[in-house]
Every structure is written in structure tokens, then in C-alpha cells.
């Protein structure tokens, strides 16, 4: 499956930002879908992950509380709200697919990277 991120862009400490993540080529519902970020110089860092139904969610400690993730199996779609944002929360915003990595908080058991999407906060 193939993946494109969008929604990123600039914004104050405290605002709201919404990503979407489009797949394309395989049947997207097949997948649990997760989302990671990524800043210079360091590795891909868990963010949320939701299971191909959407029933399940899970989220690193960081984000717990002012993300949510979800999706819509008919669009193709998946979706991460941000609320309250931090500048430590500037990142680039990657979604992913796995299937025997689900529970899983690392990238390696994540696939189907596609371009990400920049999110800045500034403070």
C-alpha cells in the first residue's frame, strides 16, 4: 500500500492541527495503521497506533491525552487530531502500516513509508 501524509504545517504553542494519511493500491482495511515522528538527527519515534477496525488505540505517553487517532475504512484514511500542541511536537509526521506488528511500539515493525508531513509549533 502506499501512503501520503498531509495536514502539517505552522502553528502556535497551544493550537490544533489535524493530519491525514491516504493509502492507495491494497485494501486498507487489511492494516493496522500507526503514526511517528521524526526530528533531525534522531530516530522515528512512536506516536499512535489504531487497529484495522479502528476498536483499538494505543499512544506513546507523550501525546496521550491531546492526540487521537482514528480512520475511515471507506476513504482510505487515517487521521491524527493534535490538540494542545507543543513545540516539542515539531516533527515530521510519518504514517505506516503493519499487521504482525501490532502492540508494537517500534519503526521496524512498521512498513509502507510515504512522505511525511511537517508540523511546526512555535512557542
Known amino acids: 500500500v502506499q501512503l501520503q501524509a498531509s495536514g502539517g504545517g505552522l502553528v502556535q504553542a497551544g493550537g490544533s492541527l489535524r493530519l491525514s494519511c491516504v493509502g492507495s493500491?491494497?485494501?486498507?482495511?487489511?492494516?493496522?495503521m500507526g503514526w511517528f515522528r521524526q526530528t533531525p538527527g534522531k530516530e522515528r519515534e512512536f506516536v499512535a497506533a489504531i487497529s484495522w477496525s479502528g476498536g483499538t488505540k494505543y499512544y506513546s505517553d507523550s501525546v496521550a491525552g491531546r492526540f487521537t487517532i482514528s480512520r475511515d475504512n471507506a476513504k482510505n484514511t487515517v487521521f491524527l487530531q493534535m490538540i494542545n500542541l507543543k513545540p516539542e511536537d515539531t516533527a515530521v509526521y510519518y504514517c505506516?502500516?503493519?499487521?504482525?506488528?501490532?502492540?508494537?511500539?517500534?519503526?521496524?515493525?512498521?512498513?509502507?513509508w510515504g512522505q511525511g508531513t511537517q508540523v511546526t509549533v512555535s512557542s
Open positions: 493500491g491494497r485494501t486498507f482495511s487489511d492494516y493496522h
Open positions: 505506516a502500516t503493519t499487521t504482525t506488528g501490532w502492540g508494537t511500539r517500534s519503526a521496524e515493525n512498521f512498513g509502507s
